[in-house]
């Protein structure tokens, strides 16, 4: 699968961006796909997942109330809605999938797309 990421953009604190993830190939129920951020001096780390075929949704601590992950099974695509941007969640995005399920690690993660640049300014 080749996952190509896109939506992000410039924002003012407290505005919105869409996130999209477009898959190219097969995504089966049991896969897991999520939305990582890399923030310069830190980590990658995770943000928001999504069981593909069930629909059930996870989300950092630091994201929860904000962002809304959801899928689209007809398109082979992933979203990030993400709400009441601070200039904190500034960073590259990437998506990405695991084929063995749920983790919030990066590195249990087979496939990843390229990144999308997130900025929000204060």
């Known amino acids: 699968v080749q996952l190509q990421a896109s939506g992000g953009g410039l924002v003012q604190a407290g505005g919105s961006l869409r996130l999209f993830c477009a898959a190219s190939?097969?995504?089966?129920?049991?896969?897991?796909m999520g939305w990582f951020r890399q923030i310069p001096g830190k980590e990658r780390e995770f943000v928001a997942g999504?069981?593909?075929?069930?629909?059930?949704?996870y989300y950092s601590d630091f994201v929860k109330g904000r962002f809304t992950i959801s899928r689209d099974g007809s398109r082979n695509t992933v979203y990030l809605q993400m709400n009441s941007l601070k200039p904190e969640d500034t960073g590259l995005y990437f998506c990405?999938?695991?084929?063995?399920?749920?983790?919030?690690?990066?590195?249990?993660?087979?496939?990843w797309g390229q990144g999308t640049l997130v900025t929000v300014s204060s």
């Open positions: 990405a999938r695991a084929r063995r399920g749920y983790s919030t690690t990066p590195r249990e993660y087979e496939d």
């Open positions: 190939g097969r995504i089966f129920s049991s896969h897991f």
């Open positions: 999504i069981r593909w075929g069930v629909g059930n949704t």
